[in-house]
C-alpha cells in the first residue's frame, strides 16, 4: 500500500509540474481557472490544490475508509499553502532567500507534507467527525483560487514578484 501512496505521490508532483507550463501554452480562461495564469505566489497554489485533489481524491476513494481517507485528504489541502506560504514568506522576506531552486523546493516540501498529513489521518489518527466542516473550508477555498484568478486584489501575495 505504502508504494502506491508513493506512486501517487510522484505522480501528483508531476501533474503540478506540468499543470504550471499548461497556461502560457494553452492561454484559454478555462485553463487559468486550474493553472497559474501569471508568477504571483497565489497563482503557484494552484499547483498545490487541484493535482492534489484529483490524485489524492483516487487515492482516497480506493482506500477500505474512504470517509476517513477524504477527511485526510481534505485536512491537507488546507494545511499546505499555510505551510508553503509560512516558509516562503518567513525565508524569502526574513533572510533574502529567493529564486527558482528554493521556490520549487519549496513546493516539493509542501507537497509531500500534504501527503504525509494525508497518509497519517487516514492510517494512524483517530477519525473524527469532521468531513463537513473541511469540505465546506476547501469549498471556500477552491472559489477564492479561481475568484482571485478572475479579480485579484492589489495585495503583494497576488502580484508578481
Wanted: charged content about 10%; some cysteine.
Amino acid at each position: 500500500m505504502k508504494k502506491c501512496w508513493i506512486l501517487v505521490a510522484i505522480a501528483t508532483a508531476l501533474l503540478g509540474t506540468g499543470l504550471h507550463f499548461l497556461y502560457p501554452l494553452w492561454p484559454i480562461p478555462l485553463v487559468g481557472l486550474f493553472a497559474p495564469v501569471n508568477e504571483s505566489v497565489w497563482e503557484h497554489l494552484k499547483l498545490l490544490y487541484w493535482p492534489f485533489l484529483l490524485c489524492g481524491g483516487i487515492l482516497a476513494q480506493k482506500t477500505k475508509e474512504p470517509l476517513r481517507a477524504w477527511s485526510g485528504l481534505l485536512l491537507a489541502q488546507l494545511l499546505m499553502p499555510i505551510v508553503l506560504l509560512s516558509f516562503y514568506y518567513v525565508l524569502g522576506c526574513g533572510f533574502a532567500v529567493h529564486g527558482l531552486v528554493f521556490d520549487i523546493v519549496l513546493y516539493y516540501l509542501a507537497l509531500a507534507f500534504g501527503f504525509v498529513v494525508f497518509w497519517r489521518k487516514t492510517y494512524v489518527q483517530p477519525y473524527g467527525q469532521d468531513l463537513g466542516a473541511l469540505i465546506t473550508c476547501n469549498a471556500i477555498y477552491a472559489m477564492c483560487l479561481i475568484l482571485f484568478t478572475i479579480a485579484a486584489p492589489n495585495l503583494p501575495i497576488f502580484q508578481i514578484p
